[in-house]
């Protein structure tokens, strides 16, 4: 049984996606795994997601322009950015582009799950 909320992952590495979808659904999100930033954005156009957490880097429509077109977009949806390549040079990127959060890989489920309950509780 779902609680309600929606939950969209994006990170070119199918491992990271499928083990937050696993532990996502064990609290009863609806999560949806997408391997590239192209069908996800496609996906925003049919269905409501609350919370969108995807990768900074990846090939084609990066992190970024994920945080930008969800933004303009879909202003109520917050974004949680995750990656391997975290400076601070990256994380003052993402924290101007209105990101809810940001995680160095690798990232600790729980951490990952208590940022998503504080992005639905604003």
């Known amino acids: 049984m779902s609680n309600g909320h929606n939950i969209m992952i994006i990170d070119d590495e199918k491992i990271v996606g499928d083990m937050a979808r696993l532990s996502l ?3 009863d999100y609806e999560v949806e795994t997408f391997l590239n930033a192209e069908p ?3 996906r925003l156009e049919e269905k ?3 919370v969108i957490v995807t990768d900074y ?3 084609g429509i990066d992190g970024m322009e994920v945080l930008r077109t969800v933004k303009q977009f879909h202003p109520a949806i917050k974004v949680i950015m ?3 390549f975290a400076n601070l040079d990256t994380a003052i990127e993402a924290l101007r582009g209105d990101v809810h959060d940001f995680f160095p890989k690798p990232v ?3 951490e990952l799950k208590a940022s998503i309950r504080r992005a639905l509780e604003n």
């Open 25 to 27: 659904e064990q609290d």
């Open 57 to 59: 880097k990846m090939k």
């Open 48 to 50: 409501d997601f609350d």
């Open 108 to 110: 600790k489920i729980k």
């Open 82 to 84: 995750i990656t391997a």
């Open 40 to 42: 996800a954005l496609k």
